[in-house]
């Protein structure tokens, strides 16, 4: 068995919670704005909308990433655009694994945040309304505030979502050794070259991060149920 090369350790680390934290954010304003909409329209064929919207959680990560791959390759339409405009190429760059990150992280935060509005008491933003605030002043001070823990979780299973992205990352930004490669990408570089001491590193600094994750939020959601119950 191999010894631990820190000096390669670190990379992929730094760069999985970086292209995590960008995604877990881009997808926490997007599935928040998504399901407060959801949530309020009346559109015909809404149904349609939200399967589409979670579609991503129960397709293939390489399906996800192939159809990434030709929307934003640099024969599509959406690819030559970004080029024209920042003079590179999206895909195989670290921000397209942010890209495959809020796409795959997406609906999990679309639902937690949609469970999050529905448990709000509508009568609380009608009163709001009837004061003369506006949608976005009753969404700011009204339903965010009230849908904080929904909030929370969204935040933190978005960003443990991403940091263990695979499949779609490895389609759109490629394993490019200090450049795209993430530490999912990296574990299986090593295990298939043999590097057991690497994998297992790598292996237990990603379960720490979603273990602390998880655990802050669990602690978090314990400390709200004793004070309702006080």
């Keep these: ?23 877990s954010i881009a997808a926490l304003v997007l599935g928040t704005a998504a399901a407060r909409w959801m949530s309020r329209t009346r559109l015909r064929g809404k149904l349609l909308v939200e399967t589409a919207f979670l579609l991503p959680l129960v397709l293939p990560p390489t399906v996800v990433g192939f159809v990434l791959l030709v929307g934003f390759g640099r ?33 999990l935060v679309y639902q937690t945040m949609k469970t999050g509005f529905a448990s709000i008491d509508q009568d609380l933003e009608q009163a709001a309304r009837s004061a003369g ?24 299973l ?31 570089v090593a295990v298939d070259s043999g590097q057991t001491s690497m994998a297992w590193a790598w292996t237990i600094a990603i379960v720490a991060f979603s273990f602390v994750l998880l655990l802050v939020t669990g602690g978090s959601r314990s400390r709200d149920s004793i004070r309702e119950h006080r």
Excluded: H, K
Excluded at 4 to 11: I, Q
Excluded at 78 to 98: M, Q
């Design 133 to 156: 605030a506006s949608e976005l002043q009753v969404l700011r001070f009204v339903a965010l505030p009230l849908a904080y823990r929904s909030l929370l979780a969204a935040f933190v």
């Design 1 to 23: 068995m191999s010894s631990v090369d820190w000096e390669a350790f670190w990379p992929p680390v730094l760069l999985s919670l970086r292209i995590a934290l960008l995604a």
């Design 75 to 107: 024969r599509s339409w959406a690819g030559r655009l970004i080029e024209a405009v920042f003079s590179s190429p999206l895909v195989f760059t670290w921000w397209a694994g942010v890209l495959a990150s809020v796409v795959v992280s997406f609906p």
């Design 158 to 188: 978005g960003f443990a979502r991403s940091l263990g992205e695979f499949g779609a990352t490895l389609m759109i930004a490629g394993n490019i050794p200090g450049v795209t490669q993430t530490v999912p990408t990296a574990i299986y």
